[in-house]
T-cell receptor
Framework: AQTVTQSQPEMSVQEAETVTLSCTYDTSESDYYLFWYKQPPSRQMILVIRQEAYKQQNATENRFSVNFQKAAKSFSLKISDSQLGDAAMYFC????????????FGKGITLSVRP | DSGVTQTPKHLITATGQRVTLRCSPRSGDLSVYWYQQSLDQGLQFLIQYYNGEERAKGNILERFSAQQFPDLHSELNLSSLELGDSALYFC????????????FGPGTRLLVL
């Protein structure tokens, strides 16, 4: 079974600075997808970024980028120029494409942004 | 707004009761997924339906069941409710599978007293 580990329960960043959120996963599959979701206080789950495992190029979405290290099974999220609105819980998720296709989530990390 | 709708937003009920949560996927999406988010278990996948058929199953209790109707909306039925079933229940949809992004609804907050 796949597992997703987010070892840091909380992080804090100064507004306009850069922060990196860590995520590791365990799998024996070769074809899979990785996601970062943001959950603000409203509890809505919002997609931040996705990465296909077969792509070597790291995904980027505006101020958000990932560092995908397939061999190390690591998928970290970098947030540049942090804004107050970035304060939220962030979940790393693994998407299995096998017979029991599903998303497996990590426990999440709470990011606070200091003004 | 993700385009996925869920009703009701909040639900308060008593132990032993049965409730039904409803989800309408984004236009064009054929897959619906149900997730449970609780403090102790985190976000857990419950079940997936694709075009009316069950496709994948996660940690769904036998007291829980789901279905997807011909118009593609889905219902999650929770019966013989226990205090521990109190959680936020999310529905998500995608075109077909995890290969595409899943878009989440706003969730239904269930409180069992």
């Amino acid at each position: 079974a796949q597992t997703v580990t987010q070892s840091q329960p909380e992080m804090s960043v100064q507004e306009a600075e850069t922060v990196t959120l860590s995520c590791t996963y365990d799998t024996s599959e070769s074809d899979y997808y990785l996601f970062w979701y943001k959950q603000p206080p409203s509890r809505q789950m919002i997609l931040v970024i996705r990465q296909e495992a077969y792509k070597q190029q790291n995904a980027t979405e505006n101020r958000f980028s990932v560092n995908f290290q397939k061999a190390a099974k690591s998928f970290s999220l970098k947030i540049s120029d942090s804004q107050l609105g970035d304060a939220a819980m962030y979940f790393c998720a693994y998407g299995s494409t096998g017979a029991n296709s599903k998303l497996t989530f990590g426990k999440g990390i709470t990011l606070s942004v200091r003004p | 707004d993700s385009g996925v709708t869920q009703t009701p937003k909040h639900l308060i009920t008593a132990t032993g009761q049965r409730v039904t949560l409803r989800c309408s996927p984004r236009s064009g999406d054929l897959s619906v997924y149900w997730y449970q988010q609780s403090l102790d278990q985190g976000l857990q996948f419950l079940i997936q339906y694709y075009n009316g058929e069950e496709r994948a199953k996660g940690n769904i209790l036998e007291r829980f069941s789901a279905q997807q109707f011909p118009d593609l909306h889905s219902e999650l039925n929770l019966s013989s409710l226990e205090l521990g079933d109190s959680a936020l229940y999310f529905c998500a949809s995608s075109v077909e599978s995890v290969r595409e992004t899943q878009y989440f609804g706003p969730g239904t907050r269930l409180l069992v007293l």
